[in-house]
């Protein structure tokens, strides 16, 4: 037969499944594309569009299948774009032209940064208000329900306050809860022994509150501090913080995970652990949060608001040696504290 | 645990048979470099951010096809045939479950404690389901390879074996080992051919004694951190009068210090571990009962590129990673080789597929080995 076509690379061809391989040319020839071997005969061939040719990654041999299940392949990627291009199919080879190593990387690289902090600092809180704004009350009724058996299993004790101790304690928690944007229905109180928590109060999700004997204890006859941290821990439940600390952790790591194959498994396991870290600095936000809740709630009930801040005060003052065990942990100082809190009691007096 | 470990493709011993004469063993080779690789990763990266994710299946078929393609035996690379579509369609499939899962887990926990056991009960064939998927999407020479592992040994090589593992404190570890890799090693087929591994237990536990070692060493530092910094807050207890914040922080970073020198510890051991086994195993793997497979990684070597690429990357901001992965590709390719008996050529012109192994009808479970 007469070789009357264009040469547009030169490689190796294999017969349909066989891993021996002819050294050939890949040649377009009266609209078809052929495949030559070196005698001149033809081996496979077909129309381009009947012919699937492998897109372009880096410098890995090109791979052109043919409708017989044969295959060629070239290393001479260019000759192939060429002739791609000759074909008004040049937007296919797009993906690898963004990937050539060129100054503009250095865009991409920006953009890269900048769009992952932007998802991060607003696209993630603003799916994790959804989130919490789809999730039915049941999921906090259930996740709590579960937290405080275990906690009573594991940790906690009976509580041994006296009635009429725990009487007033309850009596103003009431006064403080019916402030509240759930009212007092919304909230119930637990007394426990603390056990290896010691001096405590906690909030679960579904308003489920456990104050400590220990912390009664420390407070001494001030009821007052005491209903000022348990206004704090009434801000926890109104702002939902940890459901909105779960469903963070949850959405920070499907982004680890999406980029998991790109960044390798060791940078993934240390983003994964930074990511508990990323969490604590957002506690320390949720406790500032808290801590104006309380005042605002102390002060709509009647109470002297400064009584949380007492309350850090006497930690520091009794409590310095118990850092790991106190509710001191995760807090900011305690005396930047202060200063917000009387702060906040001045802004709220202006305002009335 | 992906078919990585098994195929003459991909990632990471010490014991060849001795100093054997180099001419026969054909070692493979990594023909990509970090700048070219650099391209292609901060654009998977940046597409899979702009199209929230989705793009991430596409982004593994062309870092695959790089890592591949640029993996070379005898002069001719290795091949990554999957396509963004079966992997997105896998991908969705598992993020779908998951959603039921947690939503059935919150309205009716009976239903998503039964989904969460029905997966448990699924994740032995899944994983077969994903080597084979693996297996198959990848060829050399036009010849596709090939896995015929079922689920019963998935079961007791992915699920047994670890918690065996663990519940022993690794003293059983080189058990669970030998049964992954021989599960792997047994089931992987190219062309009509099998592959068959046996590594010796002996030997196992011989490359299991400096990562046990380096773990014990560990825990008795963070053990000595431990209890000083217990020493330290019970010494502050007693002078609760004075201020002793400073102290306070002294017994925190202490504990920080060790709860990282416990992780790294954990990470070296396992590195060590994992290159001497690899060594072993793949030197007790033939394929069709002659041709010799070997792997004779330095084991400190391999765990110090390892942990330098982490260390690079993260400094880095990330920004080193792909000159990091193309060092461990290289690194661990050219201490990775086959030792053919007789003609080669004559060897593979007798290699041809069956063509049952490819179609459409399996796809990528990944998310289903997390964890493994």
Same mark, same amino acid.
């Given at each position: 037969m007469a070789f009357d076509g264009t040469t547009i690379a030169s490689g190796e061809w294999h017969a349909p499944g066989s891993s021996r391989s002819l050294p050939a040319s890949l040649v377009e020839q009266a609209g078809r594309l052929v495949v030559h071997g070196e005698s001149g005969g033809e081996l496979a061939g077909g129309i381009l569009h009947s012919i699937e040719i492998s897109p372009r990654v880096g410098r890995i041999p090109r791979r052109v299948t043919f409708p017989d299940g044969s295959l060629f392949e070239t290393e001479d990627n260019d000759a192939v774009d060429r002739f791609l291009a000759? #074909?008004?199919?040049?937007?296919?080879?797009?993906?690898?032209?963004?990937?050539?190593?060129?100054? &503009?990387?250095?865009?991409?690289?920006?953009?890269?940064?900048?769009?992952?902090?932007?998802?991060?600092?607003?696209?993630?809180?603003?799916?994790?208000?959804?989130? $919490?704004?789809?999730?039915?009350?049941?999921?906090?009724?259930?996740?709590?329900?579960?937290?405080?058996?275990?906690?009573? &299993?594991?940790?906690?004790? #009976?509580?041994?306050?006296?009635?009429? &101790?725990?009487?007033?304690?309850?009596?103003?928690?009431?006064?403080?809860?019916?402030?509240?944007?759930?009212?007092?229905?919304?909230?119930?109180?637990?007394?426990?022994?603390?056990?290896?928590?010691?001096?405590?109060?906690?909030?679960?999700?579904?308003?489920?509150?456990?104050?400590?004997?220990?912390?009664?204890?420390?407070?001494?006859?001030?009821?007052?501090?005491?209903?000022?941290?348990?206004?704090?821990? $009434?801000?926890?439940?109104?702002?939902?913080?940890?459901?909105?600390?779960?469903?963070?952790?949850?959405?920070?790591?499907?982004?680890?995970?999406?980029?998991?194959?790109?960044?390798?498994?060791?940078?993934?396991?240390?983003?994964?652990?930074?990511?508990?870290l990323l969490a604590l600095s957002y506690s320390r936000s949720a406790e500032a949060e808290a801590d104006r809740h309380s005042v605002e709630l102390m002060m709509k009930a009647g109470f002297d608001p400064t009584a949380i801040a007492r309350f850090f005060e006497l930690l520091e003052t009794k409590l310095d040696d118990r850092g790991g065990a106190s509710i001191f942990s995760t807090h900011p100082s305690t005396p930047e504290r202060r200063k917000v809190i009387l702060d906040w009691i001045g802004a709220f007096d202006e305002r009335k | 645990m992906t078919m990585a470990e098994s195929l003459p493709a991909q990632n990471a011993g010490k014991r060849s048979f001795g100093r054997a004469a180099e001419g026969d063993i054909q070692r493979l080779s990594f023909t990509g470099n970090g700048s070219e690789y650099f391209g292609i990763w901060i654009v998977n990266i940046l597409l899979t951010i702009i199209t929230l994710g989705i793009y991430s299946a596409w982004a593994k078929v062309r870092r695959n096809r790089y890592f591949y393609g640029n993996t070379v035996l005898l002069g001719r690379g290795f091949e990554y045939h999957a396509n963004g579509e079966q992997i997105l369609i896998g991908r969705l499939i598992v993020f779908a479950y998951l959603v039921l899962y947690n939503i059935m887990l919150t309205f009716v926990p009976l239903v998503g404690i039964g989904l969460g056991l029905l997966m448990l009960f699924f994740v032995p064939w899944l994983v077969a389901r994903g080597l084979r998927f693996s297996a198959r999407v990848t060829s050399y020479r036009n010849v596709r390879f090939d896995f015929v592992g079922g689920a019963g040994g998935?079961?007791?090589?992915?699920?047994?074996?670890?918690?065996?593992?663990?519940?022993?404190? *690794?003293?059983?570890?080189?058990?669970?080992?030998?049964?992954?890799?021989?599960?792997?090693?047994?089931? /992987?087929?190219?062309?009509?051919?099998?592959?068959?591994?046996?590594?010796? /237990?002996?030997?196992?536990? *011989?490359?299991?004694?400096?990562?046990?070692?380096?773990?014990?060493? *560990?825990?008795?530092?963070?053990?000595?951190?431990?209890?000083?910094g217990l020493e330290l807050i019970g010494s502050l207890q007693e002078e609760?009068?004075?201020?002793?914040?400073?102290?306070?922080?002294?017994?925190?970073?202490?504990?920080?210090? *060790?709860?990282?020198?416990?992780?790294?510890?954990?990470?070296?051991?396992?590195?060590?571990?994992?290159?001497?086994?690899?060594?072993?195993?793949?030197?007790?793997?033939?394929?069709?009962?002659?041709?010799? /497979?070997?792997?004779?990684l330095s084991r400190l070597r391999y765990t110090w590129i390892a942990v330098s690429n982490l260390i690079v990357t993260l400094v880095t901001l990330g920004l080193m990673r792909p000159w990091a992965a193309v060092r461990m590709a290289r690194y661990v390719n050219e201490h990775t080789g086959v030792r053919f008996e007789g003609d080669v050529g004559e060897l593979f012109s007798q290699i041809t597929q069956e063509g049952s192994a490819v179609g459409a009808e399996f796809m990528d479970m990944e998310g289903f080995d997390f964890g493994f």
């Open positions: 000759g #074909k008004g199919r040049a937007r296919e080879g797009a993906v690898h032209r963004l990937e050539r190593f060129h100054p &503009r990387l250095i865009a991409f690289v920006a953009a890269a940064i900048l769009l992952g902090a932007l998802i991060y600092r607003s696209a993630l809180p603003l799916l994790v208000e959804v989130a $919490i704004a789809v999730t039915p009350p049941v999921v906090p009724n259930i996740m709590s329900a579960s937290a405080l058996e275990t906690m009573d &299993r594991t940790l906690l004790d #009976k509580s041994k306050l006296d009635e009429a &101790r725990r009487n007033r304690i309850v009596e103003g928690f009431r006064r403080i809860a019916s402030q509240s944007a759930r009212g007092e229905a919304g909230y119930t109180l637990h007394f426990r022994g603390g056990g290896a928590l010691g001096p405590n109060a906690f909030a679960l999700p579904d308003g489920t509150l456990i104050l400590t004997d220990e912390l009664v204890e420390l407070a001494g006859e001030d009821t007052e501090m005491i209903l000022g941290v348990l206004a704090h821990e $009434i801000g926890h439940v109104e702002h939902n913080h940890s459901l909105r600390q779960i469903y963070r952790a949850a959405g920070v790591t499907a982004l680890i995970m999406l980029v998991a194959g790109d960044i390798g498994s060791g940078v993934e396991e240390v983003l994964v652990q930074g990511g508990g | 998935a079961f007791l090589a992915f699920i047994v074996g670890p918690v065996l593992a663990a519940l022993t404190l *690794g003293i059983l570890a080189p058990l669970a080992s030998r049964w992954s890799y021989r599960y792997i090693g047994n089931n /992987l087929r190219y062309g009509q051919k099998a592959f068959s591994t046996d590594p010796a /237990l002996g030997r196992l536990y *011989g490359t299991w004694v400096a990562p046990a070692a380096v773990l014990v060493l *560990g825990m008795l530092i963070a053990g000595f951190l431990v209890f000083l609760a009068e004075a201020s002793t914040v400073g102290l306070e922080g002294v017994a925190i970073l202490l504990t920080a210090f *060790g709860s990282v020198l416990v992780y790294s510890m954990f990470g070296v051991a396992a590195l060590i571990y994992h290159a001497g086994v690899r060594n072993v195993a793949w030197c007790a793997t033939a394929f069709d009962g002659r041709h010799r /497979l070997l792997s004779d």
